[in-house]
């Protein structure tokens, strides 16, 4: 026998109530936090992963999280590979407040909902979450209504995306872990300085044959001005375009050209190796200890060089 139609369990004005006091509960009880949204770039559709992903969004959203005791997960775990720091954390969010804020933004019209692989950025401990699940039916339909979205997160792998969301705090803490290329540079005119987040390019000499030129490009994250003249640049998301040649890197002596004014210089030494043709790669950086490494790693096993147990190929 159906139910009684005279009693309902979605009153909308109850639904509204009890909406109203979860958004207000959130923003007593929750956290700040930025929502990324993922750009595809160029999805690998057999392994399901976009590792080109551009990140240019940041929206701020109140989020409880539901973990009070500390982050869950393994925690930290020591392998034979290192040190893994395995956080994770679960968030909950209102539907409403979300669609208000981000939702209508989005293009994803099939599917209007946070997506797993959206990052997540916690200013309290200053760390980025990874969307694994969302989960949008708890607590289950209570007043036959799914007033919140649970989202399960795990830290976020920094895999050389690119990060310009406009928001400071966010671009400045990528920058800092990001692949970086520093570069001593002479202006060709002085004062005219390269600035944090513009492109640079540097056209490459093509091998005899090849045509056209490649242009290596890459965005300046950090700059330190060491005269009127000069300039040290450590470049991120370095890419290539055109085809020809084995030269995938700038080269000293090369020019470069910034995006924003056109400003030039010329490369006068590059720190990306132990050695390159100026002689003196990171050898005045005290930290690094490059030199010292590559000399004290003659004494190890290393079978990157040759096999110090024969060639396997042989036969006795």
């Excluded at 982050?71 to 893994?84: R, T």
């Excluded at 007043?143 to 979205?149: A, N, T």
């Amino acid at each position: 026998m159906p139910r009684n139609v005279y009693f309902s369990q979605a009153v909308r004005s109850e639904q509204h109530l009890y909406e109203d006091l979860i958004v207000e509960s959130l923003k007593i009880y929750g956290q700040d936090i930025y929502y990324i949204p993922r750009t595809l770039i160029n999805r690998d559709n057999i392994l399901g992963e976009d590792p080109a992903s551009k990140f240019d969004d940041a929206y701020l959203i109140e989020g409880y999280i539901e973990n009070v005791d500390g982050f869950e997960g393994s925690g930290d775990l020591y392998s034979k590979f290192g040190l893994e720091i395995r956080d994770e954390v679960s968030f909950v969010i209102s539907r409403r407040v979300w669609e208000r804020r981000i939702g209508v933004f989005s293009a994803n019209s099939i599917d209007p909902r946070p997506q797993e692989g959206d990052v997540l950025f916690l200013p309290m401990t200053n760390s980025f979450f990874e969307i694994s699940y969302v989960e949008d039916d708890k607590p289950f339909y209570q007043l036959s209504d799914l007033p919140v979205y649970r989202l399960n997160c795990s830290l976020f792998e920094y895999n050389d995306e690119d990060f310009d969301t406009g928001v400071e705090s966010i671009d400045t803490k990528i920058n800092q872990v990001s692949y970086q290329v520093p570069l001593s540079v002479n202006l060709l005119i002085d004062r005219l300085f390269f600035k944090v987040g513009e492109t640079i390019s540097q056209t490459l000499t093509p091998a005899v044959g090849d045509t056209p030129a490649i242009v290596i490009s890459g965005e300046v994250a950090q700059v330190e001005d060491t005269g009127d003249s000069s300039q040290n640049l450590w470049i991120s998301h370095i890419g290539v375009t055109g085809s020809g040649g084995e030269a995938r890197d700038f080269t000293v002596g090369g020019t470069i050209s910034g995006s924003d004014n056109n400003y030039q210089g010329t490369i006068t030494a590059i720190r990306s190796d132990v050695t390159d043709t100026t002689g003196g790669a990171w050898v005045s950086d005290g930290a690094a200890e490059n030199v010292a490494l590559e000399s004290f790693a003659d004494n190890f096993l290393d079978f990157t060089e040759s096999n110090p147990f024969g060639d396997p190929s042989e036969t006795y």
